[in-house]
């Protein structure tokens, strides 16, 4: 049986990120960063670096981590997805960091890893290109041996948070299969460009390469395995994220809904606003369950991870861009205004459906896997 009560501990590290980000991710500060083209607040990346030590909260000790579990992240992401706190917390952890411990590369583990977990290395993993899909037939970017290296040449879009990461890792073709490079923020050939999209909340960038030198990671014609477990580990990470937007938007809407008075009540006591808002709760409760049992799945590294991670992926984003367009409804008129956040959710719950392969993609993922 899977319990999935949080421990007090965890309980305890929700209280503690919850409060930070209520201080340091309010709306304003969201919508100041959203529209900066760093996209997030450096000095704030530093205190939830060093104070909290959220980045290496799932990195083993050996590489400078804390050493805990992914459940202990999943209560992270929930409280980020919440505030939609505006960092490269998303692309180093659920990204980068993945991609480095399932990369069966311990050199790179060692060097590379103490750097994320501290806080000091903002870090992404380009493997998109022009058509967006996480597909091995789509990776176009070539990789060639070259004075006992590698060099890169191609274009990789919709890189998160690709325009400030210090190191990033890159999903290539060489002559043997597809593999995986890494390439530092100040190699010759590298250009990044800010890409401007409807959730200006999570940065997308445009990466071109022009024969700029890499370092291979694992092993040459590996790498697709390992982007394969990253997408299940990300998948999760994003539905968790995606729980507590939604969460964030009933909550909204149900506070609304009790002090907006017409027709001289409050216009949660009207039947289509409490069936609105209960419809919101049921969807809600049943992601929150697909989230959680995927984060333990992701924990255990067990065999219903892939599963668990597409399942969870495809159906809490819908529900998140159900929840944020009900939520605008019950706000009425005054949830479609600039003003309102409520279209900041729905922007970022838009997003997310299309973030790592849209629902349709993941359940024809899901339905390979179960052989139907």
């Known amino acids: 049986m899977v319990n999935f009560a949080f421990s007090d501990e965890q309980e305890e590290l929700r209280r503690t990120v919850r409060r930070f980000l209520d201080e340091r991710s309010p709306e304003p500060e969201v919508r100041r960063l959203m529209a900066t083209d760093e996209g997030f607040d450096r ?16 990195v083993p000790e050996e590489y400078d981590g804390a050493g805990f579990g992914y459940v202990d992240l999943a209560v992270v992401f929930e409280e980020m997805g919440r505030s939609l706190f505006c960092a490269p917390y998303f692309a180093t952890v659920a990204l980068a960091a993945n991609a480095l411990l399932c990369a069966d590369d311990e050199a790179a583990r060692k060097e590379l890893l103490p750097g994320i977990a501290r806080g000091e290395t903002i870090a992404t993993l380009a493997v998109t290109e022009h058509d967006g899909a996480w597909r091995e037939t789509s990776i176009a970017m070539a990789a060639r041996a070259a004075d006992g290296g590698w060099r890169l040449t191609g274009t990789k879009e919709f890189v998160l948070d690709g325009h400030v990461a210090d190191l990033l890792l890159v999903i290539a073709r060489t002559p043997t299969g597809v593999s995986m490079f890494a ?3 100040a190699a010759a050939g590298l250009e990044r460009e800010l890409v401007h999209a409807l959730d200006e909340t999570r940065k997308l960038a445009k990466i071109q390469l022009t024969d700029t030198p890499a370092r291979l990671i694992g092993g040459e014609g590996d790498a697709w395995p390992v982007v394969e477990r990253v997408l299940d580990l990300a998948s999760v990470a994003l539905a968790l994220e995606s729980v507590g937007g939604a969460q964030r938007c009933l909550d909204a809407a149900v506070d609304y809904a009790k002090v907006r008075v017409q027709f001289g009540r409050p216009i949660g006591s009207f039947q289509a606003v409490k069936h609105r808002c209960a419809d919101m709760l049921v969807e809600l409760e049943g992601a929150k369950s697909a989230a959680y049992y995927a984060a333990w799945c992701a924990a255990e590294q067990n065999d219903e991870l892939t599963v668990s991670a597409s399942l969870a992926k495809a159906y809490c984003t819908e529900v998140y861009a159900k929840v944020a367009a009900d939520n605008i409804q019950v706000h009425g008129g005054i949830g479609f205004t600039w003003e309102h956040p409520a279209h900041l959710y729905l922007k970022r719950a838009k997003s997310s459906e299309l973030l790592l392969g849209d629902p349709a993609t993941h359940r024809d993922r899901l339905g390979a896997q179960l052989g139907i």
Do not use: I, R, Y
């Not at 000095?43 to 799932?58: C, D, F, H, K």
């Open 183 to 185: 390439v530092d923020h």
């Open 43 to 58: 000095a704030v990346w530093e205190q939830l670096s060093t104070q909290l030590s959220l980045p290496g909260l799932a």
